[in-house]
T-cell receptor, first 115, second 114 residues
Framework: AQKVTQAQTEISVVEKEDVTLDCVYE???????LFWYKQPPSGELVFLIR??????QNEISGRYSWNFQKSTSSFNFTITASQVVDSAVYFC????????????FGAGTRLFVKA | NAGVTQTPKFRILKIGQSMTLQCTQD?????MYWYRQDPGMGLKLIYY???????DKGEVPNGYNVSRSTTEDFPLRLELAAPSQTSVYFC????FGTGDEKLFFGSGTQLSVL
């Protein structure tokens, strides 16, 4: 069975701190895709990044970086120098290459960034 | 380009009423999905479709029905609303195989069943 676990329910940091959001996934498939989505207080879902299972390169985009490690089935997300606008719920998600290409979401991590 | 459009944005139903949540996309995507998000929780897949005329159940299909008569539209039907169906509903689409496998989401429908 496929599963995505985000063990951190809520994280609170002070502005300018670095913060890492953990994501652990389970699948027996060899081809899959991992995603992070952001849900700000307004409620919409915003795509942040996609990684396929054959690409373990880490990625940096501005203050955001992602660490994909197949050996530990983890796809962690780090925000450097956090800002109040980063306050949101962040979801890690897993899509398989079969069965309608369904996407399974983790329960989400709510990040509070205090000024 | 409108993307994925959901209507209505908000709705209050009485127990036992029925309604249809509308979803349409103008990106010619083959794959469409309905998710529900309960307070403080992640998204759970209700139904999905891989093309016109083809639908299948997700994780939590009970109490819902869908149809996909066209590529653009994927309505979700609640037949006998129950308080357990109080949730935010998101419709999404994607175009698998293009190298851009991300989901495009609608803005959501907040449904309360009282």
């Amino acid at each position: 069975a496929q599963k995505v676990t985000q063990a951190q329910t809520e994280i609170s940091v002070v502005e300018k701190e670095d913060v890492t959001l953990d994501c652990v996934y389970e699948t027996r498939d060899t081809t899959y895709y991992l995603f992070w989505y952001k849900q700000p207080p307004s409620g919409e879902l915003v795509f942040l990044i996609r990684r396929n299972s054959f690409d373990e390169q880490n990625e940096i985009s501005g203050r955001y970086s992602w660490n994909f490690q197949k050996s530990t089935s983890s796809f962690n997300f780090t925000i450097t120098a956090s800002q109040v606008v980063d306050s949101a719920v962040y979801f890690c998600a897993l899509s398989l290459n079969t069965g309608g290409f369904k996407t399974i979401f983790g329960a989400g991590t709510r990040l509070f960034v205090k000024a | 380009n409108a993307g994925v459009t959901q209507t209505p944005k908000f709705r209050i139903l009485k127990i036992g009423q029925s309604m249809t949540l509308q979803c349409t996309q103008d990106m010619n995507h083959n794959y469409m999905y309905w998710y529900r998000q309960d307070p403080g929780m992640g998204l759970k897949l209700i139904y999905y479709s891989v093309g016109a005329g083809i639908t299948d159940k997700g994780e939590v299909p009970n109490g819902y029905n869908v149809s996909r008569s066209t590529t653009e539209d994927f309505p979700l039907r609640l037949e006998l609303a129950a308080p357990s169906q109080t949730s935010v509903y998101f419709c999404a689409s994607r175009n698998f195989g293009t190298g851009d496998e991300k989901l495009f989401f609608g803005s959501g429908t907040q449904l309360s069943v009282l």
